[in-house]
C-alpha cells in the first residue's frame, strides 16, 4: 500500500504546478496588455466577457468527455498528461507577442491566446478537481490534503504574483513566462504519473451529456456553492489585477514594491491554511466555511483606507488570513457536492460537476468585465497612456470597493446551503 503522506504529497504538490501559469496570466495580463503595450480598458473588459461565455460553453464538455474516458492509464491521466504541455504552450506565447503587433492586431492576439490559455487550463483543473474525492474520502483526510495543497498553491502564487514584478524587471514577461511555464508543466506531469486514481471498468456506467446537465440544473447546491465561489472568485481576481495599479496610481511608490503587498498576502495565507484546516477539523464544515467568507469581507474595509506601504501591509495581511480561510473551505463544499450526486445517481460524475463548478467560478468573468467597464465609466480610466483625472480612486475601487461587494454576496449565498455531516474530527482519518 502506498504511504498516505506521500500519496497527499503527490496529489497535492499539482496544484503548484496548475498555479504558477494560471495566475501569472490572470493578474498580469491587464497590466501587461493594458498599461503596457496600449490596450485600453474596455477592450480589455471586452475580452474577458467574450471569454466568460466561451468559458460556460467548455468546462461542462471537458468534465464530460474526462467522466466518459476509459484507458488502461485511468480516465484523468490522459488528459493531465496532454493538456500540460499545450497550455504551457499558450501561455509562453501570450506573453511574446511579436513586436509589430499594434492596435486592432495586438487585441485579436491577445484575445486569442489568453482564451486559448484559458481554456487549457479548464482541462488541467476539471481532471485535477475530479481526482480530489475520488483520492481523498472523509472530511479529515480531505481537509488535511486540501491544506498541502493550498499550501502549494500559495508558495506558486508568491512565485508567480509576488516576486513576478522583480522577475520580469530582470528578464521581461516573455522569459518570465518560458520560466514559469516549464516550472509548472514539469509539476502538472509528476502530479499526474505519480496520483493513483481509483479504477474504472468497462462495465461501469458512462454518464451520458444531457441527463447530466439535467441533474446539475436542478441541484440546488450546486448552484449554490457555485454562486457563492463565482462571487468570491471575482473578488479574489480583481485583488490580484488591481493591486500593481493601487502601487502605481493610489500608493505613488515603485512598482517593485507591490511585491511586498503580494507577499504579504500570501505569506500570512499559507500560515492561515493550517488553522482553518484544524477548525474544520474540530468544527463542522459550514459553520466555518461562512466565517472564512465573512472574515475576508471584512478585511477589504483598512484596506480601503491605506495609503501608505506601511497601512497597506496591515490591509493585505488581514486580505491573506480571510483568502487563507476561504481557498481551505471552498473545495471541501464541492467535494461535499460531487458526494452527494454519487450517492444520489449511482454515478461517478466528479468531472463534469467538477469542470461545471469550474464554470460557476468562472463566471467571475462577468463581474471583473464590470468592474473594468466601471471603472472606465466612473472614473474615466482608459490606459497607462489616458488614465483618466483619478486614477488613484479607480485603483482603489478595483481593489476594494468591488470585491468587498462580491464578499458580501459570496457570505449570503453561504446561508442557503447546508449538508448532513458530522464533526470532522469524529470521521476516519487516513493511517499515518
Known amino acids: 500500500m502506498a504511504n498516505p503522506k506521500m500519496k497527499s504529497f503527490n496529489y497535492a504538490v499539482g496544484m503548484f504546478g496548475t498555479s504558477i501559469p494560471i495566475n501569472m496570466l490572470k493578474t498580469y495580463a491587464a497590466i501587461y496588455y493594458v498599461d503596457s503595450l496600449g490596450m485600453t480598458t474596455p477592450q480589455f473588459a471586452l475580452m474577458l466577457l467574450i471569454y466568460t461565455f466561451i468559458d460556460a460553453i467548455d468546462n461542462p464538455v471537458y468534465g464530460f468527455l474526462s467522466d466518459r474516458t476509459r484507458s488502461r492509464w485511468g480516465r484523468r491521466r490522459p488528459w493531465l498528461v496532454i493538456g500540460a504541455p499545450m497550455l504551457i504552450l499558450a501561455f509562453i506565447i501570450f506573453y511574446n507577442p511579436p513586436a509589430f503587433l499594434a492596435g486592432q492586431s495586438l487585441v485579436a492576439y491577445c484575445m486569442f491566446f489568453y482564451m486559448l490559455t484559458g481554456t487549457l487550463d479548464s482541462v488541467i483543473n476539471a481532471n485535477y478537481g475530479a481526482l480530489f474525492p475520488e483520492l481523498f474520502k472523509t472530511d479529515g483526510e480531505r481537509a488535511k490534503t486540501n491544506a498541502m495543497r493550498q499550501a502549494f498553491q500559495l508558495v506558486a502564487m508568491i512565485i508567480s504574483i509576488a516576486l513576478t514584478p522583480m522577475v520580469t524587471k530582470a528578464l521581461g514577461y516573455g522569459m518570465t513566462a518560458i520560466v514559469y511555464g516549464v516550472l509548472g508543466g514539469a509539476v502538472i506531469l509528476y502530479m499526474a504519473l505519480t496520483s493513483r486514481e481509483v479504477p474504472v471498468t468497462e462495465e461501469e456506467i458512462k454518464p451520458q451529456l444531457w441527463q447530466s ?220
Not at 450526486?341 to 469550474?358: F, K, M, P, V, Y
Open 213 to 432: 446537465l439535467k441533474d446539475l440544473f436542478v441541484n440546488k447546491k450546486f448552484w449554490i456553492s457555485g454562486m457563492a465561489n463565482a462571487f468570491y472568485s471575482a473578488a479574489m481576481s480583481l485583488v490580484m489585477s488591481a493591486l500593481p495599479f493601487f502601487v502605481k496610481y493610489t500608493l505613488n511608490i515603485p512598482s517593485s514594491q507591490s511585491t511586498i503587498l503580494f507577499a504579504s498576502v500570501l505569506i500570512i495565507a499559507i500560515a492561515g491554511v493550517s488553522v482553518w484546516a484544524w477548525l474544520v477539523r474540530k468544527y463542522t464544515l459550514i459553520p466555518v466555511w461562512r466565517a472564512a467568507l465573512a472574515t475576508l469581507a471584512v478585511a477589504f474595509i483598512p484596506l480601503y483606507f491605506a495609503n501608505s506601504l506601511v497601512t497597506a501591509i496591515v490591509g493585505s495581511v488581514l486580505v491573506g488570513f480571510g483568502f487563507s480561510g476561504v481557498i481551505t473551505t471552498m473545495d471541501l463544499i464541492g467535494a461535499k457536492v460531487m458526494d452527494e450526486d454519487t450517492a444520489q445517481h449511482n454515478q461517478r460524475r466528479e468531472g463534469i460537476i467538477s469542470n461545471a463548478l469550474g464554470f460557476m467560478n468562472r463566471l467571475n468573468g462577468l463581474f471583473t468585465s464590470a468592474a473594468f467597464s466601471l471603472v472606465f465609466v466612473l472614473y474615466k480610466f482608459e490606459s497607462g497612456n489616458n488614465p483618466g483625472p483619478e486614477p488613484q480612486n479607480a485603483a482603489r475601487f478595483l481593489l476594494t470597493i468591488f470585491p468587498f461587494v462580491m464578499m458580501l454576496i459570496s457570505f449570503a449565498f453561504s446561508f442557503f446551503i447546508h449538508f448532513d455531516q458530522k464533526p470532522a474530527a469524529a470521521e476516519a482519518l487516513p493511517a499515518e
